[in-house]
């Protein structure tokens, strides 16, 4: 975490251009339609330099977005109605042609698999499914000579953890544009345009909105990258909606405080459950025993906010029983609650995969990721591990 992102989090994105009025509580602007006394006025706003209607741009929007550019770094952000719409705005802004190849994490969260399956499959684009972690990785895409590289700072589920300095310097050589998903560790617990990525994407859905309660997505990168991407959500209306923005925004305020107790959390958790034999491993990139342990410490705040395991003996069946008897964690498809979110991974994150591409990214049925929330640490522990019990009986 940045020593500057308490106070970037709680002042960013508060001041709209060409207003004396600061408010401490942004207001939420509905209007999806402004109108000018004067003539030359509206011509300029519908050039984009004022709010003329609300699928251009929004106050509420451009506050986010001016406060996630902040968090993350960034000279220019773009925030859209999902993390889906944010990642497919990345895809269609490189412009891909038949016979392209486009190299994604075979770990990965299973409908981004899905849509840049679907996307290239349309455009006769190649895609390839790597291990980001895996040693042969930067060679692989050297090979390759992709136009695009997609890596998550954070594998979801399986909470693998790559080098992204390798990733970029590997994209770097062949003129790939590097794209980073770090929605997991959020712009507290890793930079990702920092290490060398192009984009960093964000689902503010999860941690920076962290109530659960709006959907969103963001991608942040240089204003040069960025000006494409901004005028294709114009005429796509892939726009975030003002009272979204407004959630997104406020929830943003405590993003450093928030995250620095759900990593000291998980690692909690993860320690404890570590211990129990009811497990048959626990993942968590702040254990030793984890493959990806150093990079973590290098790259990330602390562990992350994510813990994962595999109940001891435990097919689908059990795993379902065993979310059935949580009583503090939730049995959730989502994270970046301020409540612990738990789901099994291959009914849910890896849904979208076939049984084949669950094997190979070591998916299997027993294993159960958990987004680490704000309750008592040993309350969340006491309560998985009960849950467990249960549903491992016979």
């Given at each position: 975490?940045?020593?500057?992102?308490?106070?970037?989090?709680?002042?960013?994105?508060?001041?709209?251009?060409?207003?004396?009025?600061v408010p401490?509580?942004?207001?939420?602007?509905?209007?999806?339609?402004?109108?000018?006394?004067?003539?030359?006025?509206?011509?300029?706003?519908?050039?984009?330099?004022?709010?003329?209607?609300?699928?251009?741009?929004?106050?509420?929007?451009?506050?986010?977005?001016e406060?996630?550019?902040?968090?993350?770094?960034?000279?220019?952000?773009?925030?859209?109605?999902?993390?889906?719409?944010?990642?497919?705005?990345?895809?269609?802004?490189?412009?891909?042609?038949?016979g392209?190849?486009?190299?994604?994490?075979?770990?990965?969260?299973?409908?981004?698999?899905?849509?840049?399956?679907?996307?290239?499959?349309?455009?006769?684009?190649?895609?390839?499914?790597?291990?980001?972690?895996?040693?042969?990785?930067?060679?692989?895409?050297?090979?390759?000579?992709?136009?695009?590289?997609?890596?998550?700072?954070?594998?979801?589920p399986?909470?693998?953890?790559?080098?992204?300095?390798?990733?970029?310097?590997?994209c770097?050589?062949?003129?790939?544009?590097?794209?980073?998903?770090?929605?997991f560790?959020?712009?507290?617990?890793?930079?990702?345009?920092?290490?060398?990525?192009?984009?960093?994407?964000?689902?503010?859905?999860?941690?920076?909105?962290?109530?659960?309660?709006?959907?969103?997505?963001?991608?942040?990168?240089s204003?040069?990258?960025?000006?494409?991407?901004?005028?294709?959500?114009?005429?796509?209306?892939?726009?975030?909606?003002?009272?979204?923005?407004?959630?997104?925004?406020?929830?943003?305020?405590?993003?450093?405080?928030?995250?620095?107790?759900?990593?000291?959390?998980?690692?909690?958790?993860?320690?404890?459950?570590?211990?129990?034999?009811?497990?048959?491993?626990?993942?968590?990139p702040?254990?030793?025993?984890?493959?990806?342990?150093?990079?973590?410490?290098?790259?990330?705040?602390g562990?992350?906010?994510?813990?994962?395991?595999?109940?001891?003996?435990?097919?689908?069946?059990?795993?379902?029983?065993?979310?059935e008897?949580?009583?503090?964690?939730?049995?959730?498809?989502?994270?970046?609650?301020?409540c612990?979110?738990?789901?099994?991974?291959?009914?849910?994150?890896?849904?979208?995969?076939?049984?084949?591409?669950?094997?190979?990214?070591?998916?299997?049925?027993?294993?159960?990721?958990?987004?680490?929330?704000?309750?008592?640490?040993?309350?969340?522990?006491?309560?998985?591990?009960?849950?467990?019990?249960?549903?491992?009986?016979?």
């Amino acid at each position: 975490m940045s020593s500057k992102q308490k106070t970037v989090a709680v002042h960013a994105g508060t001041r709209l251009a060409g207003s004396k009025a600061v408010p401490v509580s942004p207001p939420i602007y509905p209007a999806a339609v402004n109108w000018f006394d004067s003539s030359d006025d509206l011509d300029s706003a519908l050039d984009g330099k004022d709010y003329a209607y609300a699928r251009i741009s929004a106050p509420n929007t451009t506050l986010l977005e001016e406060a996630v550019a902040a968090l993350e770094g960034a000279e220019a952000c773009v925030a859209y109605a999902s993390g889906m719409a944010a990642l497919r705005s990345v895809f269609e802004a490189q412009g891909f042609r038949a016979g392209d190849t486009l190299v994604m994490p075979a770990d990965g969260y299973g409908v981004t698999r899905a849509l840049y399956k679907s996307l290239c499959a349309t455009l006769g684009v190649e895609l390839h499914a790597l291990l980001m972690t895996d040693p042969e990785v930067a060679g692989r895409i050297r090979e390759l000579k992709p136009r695009m590289v997609l890596a998550e700072s954070i594998s979801n589920p399986l909470l693998r953890v790559p080098d992204l300095r390798v990733l970029a310097r590997a994209c770097q050589d062949v003129g790939a544009t590097f794209v980073v998903d770090g929605t997991f560790p959020s712009p507290v617990g890793q930079r990702a345009l920092a290490l060398g990525a192009d984009y960093a994407v964000q689902s503010t859905s999860k941690w920076l909105n962290g109530h659960s309660d709006a959907l969103g997505g963001t991608v942040s990168a240089s204003v040069a990258r960025m000006a494409p991407l901004r005028a294709a959500r114009v005429l796509a209306g892939d726009v975030l909606g003002p009272f979204e923005a407004w959630l997104t925004l406020r929830g943003l305020r405590t993003l450093p405080v928030r995250m620095k107790a759900h990593v000291e959390h998980a690692a909690h958790v993860a320690r404890r459950l570590a211990e129990s034999p009811l497990l048959e491993r626990v993942v968590y990139p702040g254990l030793s025993s984890h493959p990806d342990h150093a990079t973590a410490r290098e790259l990330l705040l602390g562990g992350g906010p994510m813990v994962a395991f595999e109940i001891k003996g435990a097919g689908r069946p059990e795993s379902m029983r065993f979310l059935e008897a949580l009583k503090v964690g939730r049995p959730g498809p989502s994270l970046g609650d301020v409540c612990t979110l738990v789901m099994h991974a291959a009914s849910a994150s890896a849904r979208r995969f076939t049984p084949e591409e669950r094997e190979a990214a070591g998916i299997r049925e027993n294993l159960i990721r958990v987004s680490v929330g704000l309750e008592d640490p040993d309350d969340i522990v006491e309560d998985l591990l009960a849950a467990v019990a249960q549903g491992v009986r016979r």
